[in-house]
């Protein structure tokens, strides 16, 4: 049976995957569903029934109440921001991921120099959010690089998060004091015989450790984090629903946390164009309806795995951030990029490309969404 509690002492994973393993989306009804969308606020259960096959034939409803529950919390605002890779070298072998340690990709590091230059062209198209990103090896990428890292960014933009390997609290801390924000770390499914088959070999294996990275990243002072399932490895209603318990429990344990849904689908990547998700248009616009009508409050960045039209029309229904200008080899924003892609992008944009294709959807495209009163640094 699926709970809800307001308990304070909550142990973030053992709630989740209490009401993960209970949820039954076959006996969800055409009633429950109703139910779910006229409902003032949405309960676990109103989620799993948005989920489930039988929504599928209220697209149009749920989108419309996302529509106007993400202009009631964020106007029509979406805030522009790209990914830099600095270092694209990884000790884990995750079946899906072009950046794995088997695969033989060229593979680079930048010096702080070039991350200097990456961020004075990055920061030149008006961009002021920016997200870092290093593969997951800490021997080629040490705190420390991502902490020199950091604080050139500081330099240029107003918001910096980090996609890197999952850390300590004490790490956390050391990199939050240089000038990050927020951390992004991606369960990537929640149904741990998948995730035990997927994550072949490596320090990902330890499917708690990860779990738990963000709640140790918003205990390290970070204000926010990112969080999601990849699409595609396993019954994606069910990791969907996971991915939304997750960002809910640690919510309610920690409310003033900013926390930000993604929803990545799997992409090829070089060596392995046969990388699908199987996830159609439709179930995943179900999944960003569903996020949405869940947790009205939630940011939620839409990335460049999706194509150009799709995220246009998406644009207006549940993301408050979207990604523009982007590049998934090592560097690429200043000079040609010094190592292979992570994945093929579906979004080529540029910056001002997207920037306009907003505008004209009515929508207002922004560089910035978050002041510092007293400079963290
Ligand atoms: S998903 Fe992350 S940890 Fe896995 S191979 Fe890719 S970069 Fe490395």
Redesign the pocket.
Same mark, same amino acid.
């Given at each position: 049976m699926l709970t809800q509690s307001l308990t304070s002492d909550i142990h973030v994973m053992d709630r989740v995957l209490a009401d993960y393993h209970a949820v039954d989306f076959s006996s969800c009804t055409d009633e429950d569903v109703l139910e779910a969308l006229s409902a003032q606020t949405t309960s676990i259960r109103d989620f799993a029934a948005l989920l489930s096959p039988c929504a599928g034939k209220y697209l149009e409803q749920m989108a419309a109440k996302a529509k106007a529950l993400t202009e009631q919390y964020f106007g029509v605002n979406k805030c522009l921001y790209t990914p830099l890779y600095i270092a694209n070298y $990884?000790v &884990?072998? $995750?079946s899906y991921?072009g950046? &794995? $340690?088997t695969n033989k990709i060229h593979r680079a590091k930048l010096t702080m120099e070039e991350i200097e230059q990456e961020a004075q062209a990055i920061s030149s198209t008006g961009l002021r959010e920016i997200l870092l990103l290093t *593969?997951?090896s800490r021997f080629h990428s040490d705190v420390e690089y991502i902490g020199e890292a950091v604080k050139i960014m500081r330099r240029y933009f107003n918001t910096i998060g980090l996609e890197v390997y999952p850390m300590d609290v004490s790490e956390y801390e050391y990199l939050h004091s240089l000038g990050a924000d927020y951390v992004s770390v991606y369960q990537e499914t929640y149904d741990r015989d998948v995730y035990d088959k997927v994550h072949i070999s *490596?320090p990902?294996k330890v499917y708690d450790y990860r779990f738990n990275a963000l709640e140790r990243a918003i205990q390290g002072g970070m204000r926010g984090g990112g969080l999601g399932a990849l699409l595609g490895l396993s019954d994606f209603r069910r990791d969907a629903f996971g991915s939304g318990l997750h960002a809910y429990w640690l919510q309610k344990k920690y409310p003033a946390a900013e926390l930000s849904f993604s929803v990545p689908r799997l992409r090829p990547y070089v060596n392995n164009d046969d990388n699908q998700s199987g996830v159609g248009d439709r179930d995943f616009l179900q999944v960003i309806l569903a996020y949405r009508i869940f947790m009205p409050f939630m940011g939620f960045s839409l990335s460049s795995r999706e194509n150009a039209a799709f995220r246009d029309n998406c644009a207006a229904l549940a993301p408050t951030k979207i990604s523009a200008g982007v590049k998934t080899g090592v560097g690429g924003h200043s000079e040609e990029e010094k190592g292979d892609v992570?994945f093929k992008t579906s979004d080529e944009r540029s910056v001002d490309e997207i920037y306009n294709a907003l505008l004209k959807r009515g929508l207002q495209p922004v560089f910035n969404d978050y002041v510092y009163i007293i400079d963290a640094v």
């Open positions: $990884c &884990n072998h $995750c991921c950046f &794995n $340690c *593969g997951e *490596g990902k992570q």
